[in-house]
């Protein structure tokens, strides 16, 4: 399957009411990326742009209906997390990042590595020094990725279970081409074992019917899960692309 995601709104705080900002993921069956590309190119020219990007805020009822009949004959799905922030206040968000940040290194005793607490103290650092909306968005983005993970896989093992064998995932970037900033890189950083956090806390949905085949290539022991992990970590997964 392939999870392209994107935001809109300004994260900004302090805001006034109503200040609503999300984070989106569509999700195409690798099935029907072809296809969609084929019928969803036709709509694209049709569709009013800015800067040679289409804007869903430019459609009108007739032309958001269109998108939409093309997602559901591709049998897509689509996901969002939202926030108001004209409900939140400037000190509330402060304080909760603040937590966070300190959360990271708290359980940090001198049986881990010089090399991993270095690290830990890092990410640390990355957090503390973010901007209120580099971190609202951060928060949203990781709730919208483990709702994605959680639903698509829900919903293809009972349709097309072949989807779960791989997910590629599109970012819409702020950097240059397909460099990541330093903030891109952090949350890329931290999403794995967050996302492993919020599992334990909320296991995804699992269907005792469903048809999981397709995960066994991701069955592995415990102690080389570890060290995959650490890998994928290094390597900074996921592909980061701008002008979605």
Known sequence: MHIFIDETGSFAIPAPFPSPSLVGALVIPDR??????????????????EQGEVKGRLLNEGQVRSVVQALWRCACLFEATAIELGTHSEAGVTSYKMQ????????????????TRALAFQQRQQLENSTLPQYVQTVATMELLYTIVSRATAYFCQ?????????????????????????????SFMMLPMLQSMSLKKPAIRLTW???????????????????????????????????
């Not at 599109?170 to 952090?186: H, L, M, Q, Y």
């Open 32 to 49: 029907k990326l072809t296809y969609f590309d084929r019928i969803y190119g036709r709509l694209r020219s049709k569709l009013p742009k």
């Open 210 to 244: 469903g048809d999981y085949t397709q995960f066994k290539r991701f069955e592995i022991e415990m102690l080389e899960c570890s060290t995959i992990l650490w890998r994928m970590i290094q390597s900074q997964i996921g592909e980061f692309r701008t002008g979605l």
């Open 100 to 115: 966070q940040a300190e959360a990271i290194t708290a359980n940090l005793t001198d049986e881990y590595s010089s090399n």
């Open 159 to 187: 349709r097309y279970p072949k989807e779960l064998g791989a997910f590629h995932w599109v970012i819409d970037a702020k950097g240059k081409g397909s460099i990541a900033t330093p903030w891109e890189k952090s949350w």
